[in-house]
């Protein structure tokens, strides 16, 4: 069971996210909080498997609350997805910044809200696909300037793989978008996916769209 905590301060907020993350299995909400200080208090006392966390709210807001139980000096760290109407690309860098595993926009549809919990929750990240693109390329550059991406040419993948992964990496990261983009089942595009992150060796979905923007992937081409 997955243990989410709920900080908005907008209580009808609230109240929709709870409905939509309790109509999907394996998910429990352990509690809520309306304000910055009070999601910090309610995550030290509950200790969720994952934190919804609004960036502007009264009594601290959410970047100081993510920064204060995801970043680098939280300890242990708690898994936070930044939960807001803000598709700035300056939020959105500052929020990951702060330690945010994940960026969703509250327009998301339930089924990206879930798989993000569910990613979330299993070490992994996910951003939401109206900011992803530019995130990416972003935090690219800063990786290849930092330690390098996985030292593993494209060519490991089949053409379909890079084809699938080039949308991914423009941020088309929902499998049904990329299945109707791309005129494949979900499930084939799932396997796509999958194979690329067997054959990179690499963590999760974030790291993986990385690599495809490190290798060019995301501009059509096939990278060296």
């Given at each position: 069971?997955?243990?989410?905590?709920?900080?908005?301060?907008?209580?009808?907020?609230?109240?929709?996210?709870?409905?939509?993350?309790?109509?999907?299995?394996?998910?429990?909400?352990?509690?809520?909080?309306?304000?910055?200080?009070?999601?910090?208090?309610?995550?030290?006392?509950?200790?969720?498997?994952?934190?919804?966390?609004?960036?502007?709210?009264?009594?601290?807001?959410?970047?100081?609350?993510?920064?204060?139980?995801?970043?680098?000096?939280?300890?242990?760290?708690?898994r936070v997805i930044a939960l807001?109407?803000?598709?700035?690309?300056?939020?959105?860098?500052?929020?990951?910044?702060?330690?945010?595993?994940?960026?969703?926009?509250?327009?998301?549809?339930?089924?990206?809200?879930?798989?993000?919990?569910?990613?979330?929750?299993?070490?992994?990240?996910?951003?939401?696909?109206?900011?992803?693109?530019?995130?990416?390329?972003?935090?690219?550059?800063?990786?290849?300037?930092?330690?390098?991406?996985?030292?593993?040419?494209?060519?490991?993948?089949?053409?379909?793989?890079?084809?699938?992964?080039?949308?991914?990496?423009?941020?088309?990261?929902?499998?049904?978008?990329?299945?109707?983009?791309?005129?494949?089942?979900?499930?084939?595009?799932?396997?796509?996916?999958?194979?690329?992150?067997?054959?990179?060796?690499?963590?999760?979905?974030?790291?993986?769209?990385?690599?495809?923007?490190?290798?060019?992937?995301?501009?059509?081409?096939?990278?060296?």
């Amino acid at each position: 069971m997955i243990r989410v905590l709920i900080a908005d301060d907008s209580e009808p907020t609230r109240r929709g996210l709870r409905i939509r993350l309790e109509r999907a299995s394996g998910i429990r909400v352990v509690g809520e909080a309306g304000t910055g200080r009070g999601a910090v208090e309610a995550a030290r006392a509950h200790r969720p498997d994952v934190v919804l966390m609004d960036l502007q709210m009264p009594g601290g807001n959410g970047l100081a609350a993510i920064r204060e139980l995801a970043g680098p000096d939280a300890e242990p760290p708690l898994r936070v997805i930044a939960l807001t109407n803000h598709v700035d690309d300056a939020w959105v860098l500052e929020a990951v910044d702060s330690g945010a595993a994940g960026y969703l926009l509250k327009l998301d549809s339930s089924a990206q809200l879930i798989d993000a919990v569910r990613t979330v929750a299993a070490g992994g990240s996910l951003l939401s696909s109206q900011v992803a693109r530019t995130v990416l390329r972003e935090l690219a550059a800063r990786r290849t300037a930092g330690t390098a991406l996985a030292d593993v040419p494209v060519t490991v993948l089949t053409r379909s793989e890079r084809t699938v992964l080039g949308r991914f990496a423009r941020g088309v990261t929902d499998y049904d978008d990329l299945a109707a983009a791309l005129h494949l089942s979900p499930l084939t595009a799932r396997n796509h996916i999958a194979n690329a992150l067997k054959k990179t060796g690499l963590a999760d979905r974030t790291q993986l769209a990385l690599w495809a923007v490190h290798h060019g992937l995301d501009r059509g081409d096939p990278g060296s």
